[in-house]
């Protein structure tokens, strides 16, 4: 007996509302953005050529996660994600795609120990440390599993970074909350100033930082992408803009 044809958009229809679009069969499915192409994974790859192992940070509907198993070296990534709304509509496109690479794992970031997924050759932190409550308590996790780490997240713009916590110079933001997909899982956040971020990933141990952006005027607010490493960049591999 054979098997129905899938029909795709009848299967996507029934996690609505999305935020990530995934081409699949010649068309494209779910919502406005597109993971999969992300500028931000071609510079993680850049500045970490040679992972095989990665483990990724808040991987809401699973598009940086198939976006980094499509790396040429990279054998698995394990992608942590809060919400099981969103890890169930990662596996039905991890059906579709047939990958066989991402294992994905609800969790809440705030709560988990890393150590028990293993080491990993590098981390993917997109949009998600500026929703902790205590970003200082996630970084010296990390540092314990991986050396090499690339981040992406909203910062406080110097001016307003005028709380103090734990020797971190920063701000509170008001989260959404749960039912916020876009949101984190507390009510209240503090986004670091640069400085404090740069600092708090020396203090652990990553030598070495590069920011491949410093945006001032992204529409929700001061953004960074960085990447930091214990060891030393393959500089050679990163194409300078």
Request: hydrophobic letters at 40%; aromatic letters at 12%.
């Amino acid at each position: 007996m054979e098997n129905k044809p899938v029909n795709i958009g009848a299967e996507f229809s029934k996690f609505e509302p999305w935020i990530t679009r995934f081409h699949l069969a010649g068309a494209d499915y779910g919502g406005n953005f597109d993971a999969m192409n992300d500028e931000r994974i071609k510079q993680f790859f850049e500045i970490f050529p040679e992972v095989e192992t990665v483990i990724e940070l808040g991987s809401l509907e699973g598009g940086h996660s198939f976006a980094l198993a499509r790396g040429a070296s990279v054998k698995k990534v394990v992608a942590i994600e809060g919400r099981e709304k969103n890890i169930e509509k990662a596996k039905l496109v991890q059906k579709l795609l047939g990958d066989t690479k991402v294992e994905f794992v609800q969790g809440d970031i705030e709560k988990l120990d890393f150590r028990q997924f293993g080491e990993f050759d590098a981390v993917l932190c997109s949009g998600l440390l500026y929703h902790l409550p205590k970003p200082w308590e996630l970084i010296p996790k990390l540092a314990a599993i991986s050396p090499n780490i690339f981040i992406w997240t909203q910062i406080s713009e110097e001016a307003k970074a005028k709380k103090m916590r734990e020797g971190w110079r920063g701000r509170f933001y008001r989260e959404g909350g749960f039912f916020d997909p876009l949101s984190g899982l507390s009510k209240k956040s503090f986004w670091l100033s640069l400085g404090s971020l740069v600092g708090l990933l020396t203090t652990n141990g990553y030598r070495e930082t590069k920011i491949f952006e410093h945006n001032l005027a992204h529409p929700n607010g001061v953004a960074v992408t960085l990447a930091a490493t214990k060891g030393k960049f393959k500089l050679a591999a990163v194409s300078e803009k």
